[in-house]
């Protein structure tokens, strides 16, 4: 027993067509104006989606050209913001008391060479870890914008555009 092959749809004409649909927009028009005079309730929105509330703009929401993102550091920017220092004068500044221990077992992530006082280094804005001035300089002339060590952001007051880009960029160009 299936369907038969049949059509069950109804044909009207299309002039009475037009007229149905003519009768409809008067009733809805009605239906608004008596509604913005307070004299009848205001039609549902399942009635017809032109009667669908409005949501209130956001006054919080940044306008299209504030919510680009910045463009991300460029590596000479990123070189000048993280000046290079002796090893020696970076523990001093720390004055940390397991600095001089941690002096003995420091070393470079990067070439995995060992950090001694008389080594120029960059100490990193966001986590602190050190390496080699040109071991740094490499990992951001290759497009990196995040710590070797704990892929933190290598600038301090880095923005959420900047950190996007950097983490696109770090995945795009890692190996």
């Not at 006082?117 to 497009?143: P, T």
Request: aromatic share 6%; net charge positive; hydrophobic share 50%.
């Amino acid at each position: 027993m299936g369907f038969p092959s049949v059509c069950y749809c109804v044909i009207l004409p299309q002039p009475l067509i037009l007229v149905l649909q003519l009768l409809d927009m008067l009733r809805h028009a009605v239906l608004l104006c008596l509604s913005s005079l307070g004299l009848a309730a205001p039609p549902s929105a399942d009635d017809h989606p032109a009667y669908a509330a409005v949501p209130p703009p956001d006054l919080w929401a940044l306008p299209a050209a504030a919510a680009a993102p910045p463009p991300p550091p460029t590596p000479a920017a990123i070189k000048a913001r993280l000046p290079a220092v002796r090893y020696a004068d970076l523990l001093r500044a720390r004055r940390a008391p397991a600095a001089a221990a941690a002096a003995a077992a420091a070393s470079c992530a990067v070439c995995l060479g060992a950090l001694e006082a008389r080594h120029r280094v960059r100490e990193l804005g966001n986590c602190a870890h050190a390496f080699h001035k040109a071991c740094i300089d490499k990992w951001v002339d290759k497009g990196q914008a995040t710590c070797p060590l704990c892929r933190a952001l290598l600038l301090p007051d880095a923005g959420a555009g900047e950190l996007a880009a950097a983490a696109s960029t770090s995945a795009f160009l890692s190996f």
